[in-house]
């Protein structure tokens, strides 16, 4: 699985993992560029198969990725979604809706995304799960306040759920 698939960084994760004989997942808003990543993927032998999604809607997120899991364990997941934003020019703080929009895109949805996965594959004993960081995360930064913070809980959250579940195989 990878999610934020039609981004930069997304694109170059799937196509790096594309080879003959592995089944991707691949996750975006953007159905445009979802197909053309598919299609690189494809070029290299890879299956793939899209999903049109906005993990903004937290709700069909988790039930879209509960029952993929279901239908095909996801062995390794790379949850590379996210948003970047930095203050308007001429204010001094952002915007409250920006907040939330960065922390549920930056935090809550992968943090929640890689629970449920998490769980499912410390019981099958293996698996693998990627979440996206950034530099940002260890440094206060005013003018990134929201990225930068739903990155570094994030970072939090990824070395708890590690310690968590790497006795049991993932």
């Not at 170059?12 to 953007?30: F, M, T």
Request: charged share 20%.
């Amino acid at each position: 699985l990878v999610t934020g698939a039609s981004g930069a960084l997304g694109r170059e994760i799937a196509v790096r993992l594309a080879r003959p004989g592995l089944c991707l997942s691949l996750w975006a808003r953007n159905r445009d560029r979802l197909e053309a990543t598919a299609a690189l993927c494809r070029a290299a032998g890879a299956e793939a198969e899209i999903r049109v999604i906005d993990l903004s809607d937290l709700e069909a997120a988790m039930n879209a990725l509960a029952q993929s899991d279901t239908g095909q364990p996801i062995n390794e997941a790379y949850l590379v979604a996210g948003l970047g934003d930095t203050l308007a020019p001429g204010t001094v703080v952002e915007d409250p809706a920006q907040v939330i929009r960065l922390g549920q895109t930056n935090f809550v949805a992968p943090a929640a995304m890689a629970a449920l996965l998490a769980e499912r594959m410390a019981a099958r004993g293996h698996g693998r799960i990627g979440l996206i960081g950034t530099a940002a995360a260890s440094h206060s930064l005013p003018f990134a306040a929201s990225y930068a913070g739903s990155k570094a809980g994030l970072a939090r959250f990824a070395d708890a759920l590690r310690l968590a579940v790497r006795s049991h195989g993932v």
